[in-house]
T-cell receptor
């Protein structure tokens, strides 16, 4: 039981490049989330999903898109990366009141 | 819109001492969470508080919730070096809904010998 996994662990992009972050969970959870964490701050919700085929905006959705084509996967896309998107990205899934977090992806945009 | 404030932001304490981290939130929140984060690591769930007056304890940590005051506390008893980490509180969620957590800025705890 791997829990929540994220791919890749690290990535460096140039401004304007695109990329997709993959989150996978093997716990059959309905709810999945993408957060970003900037230095000295708590996590902020980017987008979330309440089930396969659904997505919704969180607190800071601009510049990101998401898709949930399969229940176990939640993808976060950056179409045209900007330096302001340099951050650590955490995926999470939840069941009842417990959220399970992935290990994070450290993204640097130059 | 839920806002969550923690204080202090940084706490240096000696081993063996007691201290409390405070978490205030702005509007009704169905749940209050406490997480621990070690440097460069992910978040580890410590407590989930669901109702007014809830108190939970694990080892040297005890969390409580006062929904009327919109205040949660994380009390550290007889601190040890292993408790050095950043602690976050977060509010949000509800039965049968997505959590959509709103986090405080965190309290960096440093326990010194």
């Amino acid at each position: 039981n791997a829990g929540v996994t994220q791919t890749p662990k690290f990535r460096v992009l140039k401004t304007g490049q695109s990329m997709t972050l993959l989150c996978a969970q093997d716990m059959n959870h309905e709810y999945m989330y993408w957060y970003r964490q900037d230095p000295g701050m708590g996590l902020r919700l980017i987008h979330y999903s309440v089930g396969e085929g659904t997505t919704a905006k969180g607190e800071v959705p601009d510049g990101y898109n998401v898709s949930r084509l399969k229940k176990q996967n939640f993808l976060l896309g950056l179409e045209s990366a900007a330096p302001s998107q340099t951050s650590v990205y955490f995926c999470a899934s939840s069941y009842e009141e417990i959220e399970f977090f992935g290990p994070g992806t450290r993204l640097t945009v130059l | 819109e839920l806002k969550v404030e923690q204080n202090p932001l940084f706490l240096s304490m000696q081993e063996g001492k007691n201290y409390t981290i405070y978490c205030n939130y702005s509007t009704t929140s169905d749940r209050l969470y406490w997480y621990r984060q070690d440097p460069g690591k992910s978040l580890e769930s410590l407590f989930v508080l669901l109702s007014n007056g809830a108190v939970k304890q694990e080892g040297r940590l005890m969390a409580s919730l006062d929904t009327k005051a919109r205040l949660s506390t994380l009390h550290i008893t007889a601190a040890v070096h292993d408790l050095s980490a950043t602690y976050f509180c977060a509010g949000g969620g509800g039965t049968g809904t997505a959590s959509k957590l709103t986090f405080g800025t965190g309290t960096r705890l440093q326990v010194t010998l």
